[in-house]
T-cell receptor, first 114, second 111 residues
Framework: DAGITQSPRHKVTETGTPVTLRCHQT?????MYWYRQDPGHGLRLIHY???????DKGEVSDGYSVSRSKTEDFLLTLESATSSQTSVYFC?????????????FGPGTRLTVT | GQNIDQPTEMTATEGAIVQINCTYQ??????LFWYQQHAGEAPTFLSY????GLEEKGRFSSFLSRSKGYSYLLLKELQMKDSASYLC????????????FGKGTKLSVIP
């Protein structure tokens, strides 16, 4: 299994508070992604990174920001959490090279905004 | 844009064969992935098809037809542990290896 961890694994927070989720990899992969997964919507890309300090928006980026100061860490921040951001958040990584397009997922963070 | 369709739910009997279909319409296409996701867990990679045809991996096989925008995942000799959601995802070939996922097919295997 790819070495990907996410922290925290579970979090309950109140509306309006800032929240930061961390993704950590030990694979030295260049690409990292944040998804959210909701019933009826499947996995949707929030932000992704293609290198240290290089990030871009995905399909559902409003209300989220990211940072990547080191290859191994990719942080997702909810500046002011809302109930609509209650979801399961997955981090994924991908290497580059011949055929290395598959993404490997972390265990997920279940976030509840009350 | 990207549009990926797969059935929401399927039920099959232990020991049987089941085929999960996926159709896609994408602005660019460079490959099709299948992932398995057990309830409460992360998705895990099953297969990747870039060329037309069938790729076999043990009890699981995946097929791709680029001209028809169609793929299927075939599961043989079903086991109870195969009860899971199966996610179809298209790779557009754009930079950063982004994938677009379908909503998943929840497969229930019954005795």
């Amino acid at each position: 299994d790819a070495g990907i961890t996410q922290s925290p694994r579970h979090k309950v927070t109140e509306t309006g508070t800032p929240v930061t989720l961390r993704c950590h990899q030990t694979e030295n992969h260049r690409y990292m992604y944040w998804y959210r997964q909701d019933p009826g919507h499947g996995l949707r890309l929030i932000h992704y990174s293609y290198g240290v300090k290089d990030t871009d928006k995905g399909e559902v980026s409003d209300g989220y920001s990211v940072s990547r100061s080191k290859t191994e860490d990719f942080l997702l921040t909810l500046e002011s959490a809302t109930s609509s951001q209650t979801s399961v958040y997955f981090c994924a990584i991908s290497g580059e090279g011949t055929g290395s397009y598959e993404q490997y997922f972390g265990p997920g963070t279940r976030l509840t905004v009350t | 844009g990207q549009n990926i369709d797969q059935p929401t739910e399927m039920t099959a009997t232990e020991g049987a064969i089941v085929q999960i279909n996926c159709t896609y319409q994408t602005s660019g296409f460079n490959g099709l992935f299948w992932y398995q996701q057990h309830a409460g867990e992360a998705p895990t990679f099953l297969s990747y098809n870039v060329l037309d045809g069938l790729e076999e991996k043990g009890r699981f096989s995946s097929f791709l037809s680029r001209s028809k925008g169609y793929s299927y995942l075939l599961l043989k000799e079903l086991q109870m542990k195969d009860s899971a959601s199966y996610l179809c995802a298209a790779y557009s070939g754009a930079g950063s290896y982004q994938l677009t996922f379908g909503k998943g097919t929840k497969l229930s295997v019954i005795p």
